[in-house]
C-alpha cells in the first residue's frame, strides 16, 4: 500500500520557523520526484517546492527561505520553512510522481496530478 504521511505542521508566529517532514512507503520512493504542495482555505494547490535526484526547485514565493531536502535511505522528505509570512499559511501536501521532470512544471503552479498524495499537515503563520 502506498502511503505519504506528512508532519510537523502547527502554529508559529510569522519570522518563525518549522520544519516539515513526509514519510513514504509502497514505492520505489528513489526512483521519484517529491513535491511539496500548499492549499489554503478557498484556494487551489499550488507547487511549493520539489525535488527530483538532487535537483532543487522553488516557487519564487519561497525562495531563499524554505529549503527541500531528501533522505532515500529512509524514505523521507523535508521542507524547511524560515522567516514564515501570513501568506505561508495553508495545508501542506506531500506529493510523489515517477516523472522527475514534472518538478519543472509544478512549482509555483496549480497542480493536483501528482500520483500519490499525504492527507496533508496544517501550516498556520500568525502575523
Known amino acids: 500500500e502506498v502511503q505519504l504521511v506528512e508532519s510537523g505542521g502547527g502554529l508559529v508566529q510569522a519570522g518563525g520557523s518549522l520544519r516539515l517532514s513526509c514519510a513514504a512507503s509502497g514505492f520505489t520512493f528513489e526512483h521519484h520526484a517529491i513535491g511539496w504542495f500548499r492549499q489554503d482555505t478557498g484556494k487551489e494547490r499550488e507547487g511549493v517546492s520539489c525535488?527530483?535526484?538532487?535537483?532543487?526547485y522553488y516557487a519564487d514565493s519561497v525562495k531563499g527561505r524554505f529549503t527541500i531536502s531528501r533522505d532515500d535511505a529512509k524514505k523521507m522528505v523535508y521542507l524547511q520553512m524560515n522567516s514564515l509570512k501570513s501568506e505561508d499559511t495553508g495545508i501542506y501536501f506531500c506529493?510523489?510522481?515517477?516523472?522527475?521532470?514534472?518538478?519543472?512544471?509544478?512549482?509555483?503552479?496549480?497542480?493536483?496530478?501528482?500520483?500519490?498524495w499525504g492527507r496533508g499537515t496544517v501550516v498556520t503563520v500568525s502575523s
Open positions: 525535488i527530483s535526484d538532487n535537483t532543487t
Open positions: 506529493g510523489a510522481d515517477p516523472v522527475g521532470q514534472l518538478c519543472k512544471v509544478v512549482v509555483g503552479r496549480v497542480y493536483y496530478g501528482m500520483d500519490y
